[in-house]
């Protein structure tokens, strides 16, 4: 058996200004604790009201003014609290019963609970995490058109200024070229005004040049037919029969005699190529060949034989070949058949870059080969 006593001590004030200490004792018996699974709330309830009835009761003890009635009173709200406190014992019981059999139905529902919460919770986080991350990829988005847009902005900026730094270069262009474009017909006007002049020079010169020709000629002619004679006298014949056939068809008197080694001079010259010709190109090879032979002989002698082919004793007949144009010059020139000595086939080609001068000029362009002859006698 648990016996508990409850004292209460209050200090009483009496109306007759007489202070009085009142003791109460209760005695429970028969009272079991309460089970600990009782719930807080209930407890807290019953405390709260265990306390206001006891206030009550030093309310009222306060009040009284007889000893009879205060021993009536503390009698009778003693019982009330007894009552009060069975009352709650009963109850408790019962919610005792009734907390045993749900207990595991509990426990299991609040493991389930637990469960769909943490469900729950895992769900909320990985939305809250996906909408951490669209909110994330949103701001980059964000962050990337704006950097676009600001670069496509410097592209379009920096576009505009190379269109006109482009547009400004094509102007200066086109203003230096019109310049230069008036330079240039300027100056093709000037060029054109002096090869105008030139060639009236070139022509008054021609002119000249062809009367001072003609002249000459005739003073050859003459001159020629005075030193005929003495030269089929005094000239020595030479060791090459295609020489003196040259020779002597640049000397005869009748053109009928010389036509005939004259023409077999051609084909061992010309060959087959002489066929090729045109007939005006024909007429004067066989006119004047042995005139350009003579002219070059001539030329060779007055400039005289070369000194070390003269001291070594070389000597020998080179075939040159060229052609001669109506004005007079001469290109393309070369040794078709060289001695063999450096001395003489150079000189061969100096005295040809010298008579060329003399030559008779034909009215097209024409090819010329013929012999040189060094002789030591």
């Known amino acids: 058996m648990v016996v508990v006593y ?40 019953d405390r709260q009201a265990l306390e206001e009835a006891t ?44 907390s045993l059999k749900s207990t595991t139905e509990e426990a299991i ?43 496509l902005k410097t592209i379009a900026i920096a576009t505009a200024k190379e269109k006109a730094r482009l547009a400004q270069i094509e102007q200066k262009r086109l203003k230096k070229e019109k310049k230069k474009q008036k330079a240039l017909a300027k100056s093709k006007k000037i060029k054109q005004e002096k090869q105008a002049k030139i060639k009236k020079q070139k022509l008054a010169k021609a002119k000249k040049l062809k009367r001072e020709k003609l002249h000459k000629q005739k003073l050859a002619k003459k001159k020629h037919a005075q030193r005929t004679k003495k030269q089929r006298k005094s000239k020595r014949k030479s060791n090459d029969p295609l020489a003196n056939a040259i020779m002597s068809a640049s000397t005869s008197l009748s053109p009928s005699k010389s036509k005939r080694p004259a023409m077999r001079m051609i084909k061992q010259f010309y060959g087959s190529e002489f066929n090729s010709f045109t007939n005006t190109q024909k007429r004067f090879i066989e006119k004047n060949l ?18 070390l082919a003269q001291k070594t004793h070389q000597q020998g007949t080179a075939i040159v070949t060229f052609y001669l144009h109506p004005n007079g010059n001469i290109s393309k020139l070369r040794l078709k058949r060289p001695i063999g000595y450096a001395s003489l086939d150079n000189n061969t080609l100096r005295v040809i870059r010298i008579a060329y001068k003399d030559y008779p000029r034909p009215k097209t362009k024409t090819k010329i080969t013929f012999y040189v002859e060094y002789s030591l006698f």
């Open 6 to 45: 409850f004292i209460f001590s209050q200090k009483i004030i009496m109306p007759a200004s007489q202070s009085k200490e009142v003791r109460i004792t209760l005695n429970i018996e028969n009272f079991e604790p309460s089970s600990a699974s009782q719930e807080l709330s209930d407890i807290e309830r």
């Open 109 to 151: 529902e609040e493991a389930k609970l637990a469960k769909l919460e943490q469900k729950r919770l895992e769900i909320e986080k990985k939305e809250q995490e996906a909408l951490s991350k669209e909110k994330a990829i949103a701001e980059e988005k964000s962050y990337l058109e704006k950097i676009e847009t600001a670069r």
């Open 290 to 307: 042995g005139s350009i032979y003579r002219i070059t002989q001539q030329t060779l002698t007055r400039k005289g034989y070369p000194w």
């Open 55 to 98: 206030k009550k009761l030093f309310e009222k003890i306060a009040t009284a003014s007889e000893p009879e009635v205060l021993e009536s009173t503390k009698q009778k709200i003693s019982k009330e609290i007894f009552e009060k406190i069975i009352f709650e014992k009963e109850r408790v019981k019962e919610s005792e019963k009734v």
